[in-house]
């Protein structure tokens, strides 16, 4: 038995029963299918991730990313309510680090407000034809923000369309800094995704972790020219988290196995 066999026997046993009670999908859109996937079509909610969809209206509406905006929502964050932030140092907090008060102010300083907001985002995911996925808040505090793997598949790849979107979440770290009074202050930022700090081929990048979402993670990846995407949905906690994902991006580009097939014999296909 060679070593490869072996490496994908004991990669996918340890998939398996880390994402049982969880949904999650690697695809290849070069070659337009999932290499791997389970639970694709579930319903689920999405914690953070919401906040791509955020950035996504707000960029779809040309609005001026700097202009500055006052700070105002409930949640906490590295802003202080009434300051004035730009909406690009907004989006760099947001899609960083996951900054929930980041992401309540631009939806609340949106045109028309926090309803034309959410509005305007679930018309535009319902013309992409994002059947299974709504969007209730800006933030993803809300359970009621639910979409699919196979809706996150999808929308991950319309998105790169955005040169902001791709370059902000995918940096590991940001330095902002923000006048105060004759001050500036720096704010730093650390991505919320741990696999950021150890894969240089990661484009685009966001986590979420909440009660009823559990830990979170979408991912664009390129590997021997080719785009992936990758979707893990509702696992215990960070470590089955990234133990999941890690195995994913050793997979690419190699394997061709869905996850409603045995898992043995795997097929190697050297591209």
């Known amino acids: 038995?060679?070593?490869?066999?072996?490496?994908?026997?004991?990669?996918?046993?340890?998939?398996?029963?880390?994402?049982?009670?969880?949904?999650?999908?690697?695809?290849?859109?070069?070659r337009d299918t999932y290499q791997v996937g389970e639970n694709t079509a579930d319903v689920r909610s999405i914690a953070s991730i919401t906040k791509l969809f955020t950035a996504t209206t707000i960029l779809r509406a040309g609005l001026d990313l700097n202009e500055k905006v006052k700070v105002k929502g409930r949640s906490g964050g590295r802003f202080g309510n009434g300051q004035l932030v730009s909406r690009i140092d907004l989006l760099k907090a947001m899609l960083i680090s996951s900054d929930n008060l980041a992401a309540e102010t631009l939806a609340n300083t949106y045109p028309g407000g926090f309803n034309s907001f959410i509005e305007d985002t679930n018309d535009w995911v319902r013309g992409w034809g994002l059947t299974d996925t709504t969007i209730v808040d800006a933030s993803g505090l809300m359970s009621g923000n639910q979409s699919t793997v196979n809706n996150l598949i999808t929308f991950i790849h319309k998105i790169k369309q955005y040169p902001e979107i791709l370059s902000i979440s995918a940096e590991a770290n940001a330095v902002l800094k923000i006048p105060k009074g004759r001050k500036e202050i720096k704010i730093h930022l650390k991505n919320t995704n741990p696999e950021l700090f150890f894969y240089d081929n990661i484009v685009l990048s966001k986590t979420g972790t909440t009660n009823a979402a559990g830990k979170c993670v979408v991912m664009l990846v390129e590997k021997a020219g080719r785009l992936h995407g990758i979707v893990i949905l509702g696992q215990r906690n960070s470590k089955e988290r990234s133990l999941i994902a890690q195995t994913l991006l050793k997979l690419m580009p190699i394997t061709t196995v869905y996850a409603n097939e045995e898992p043995l014999p795997i097929e190697i296909a050297f591209p």
């Open 1 to 30: 038995m060679s070593k490869i066999f072996v490496f994908f026997l004991l990669a996918f046993t340890s998939i398996y029963s880390q994402a049982s009670q969880g949904a999650w999908g690697l695809y290849d859109y070069t």
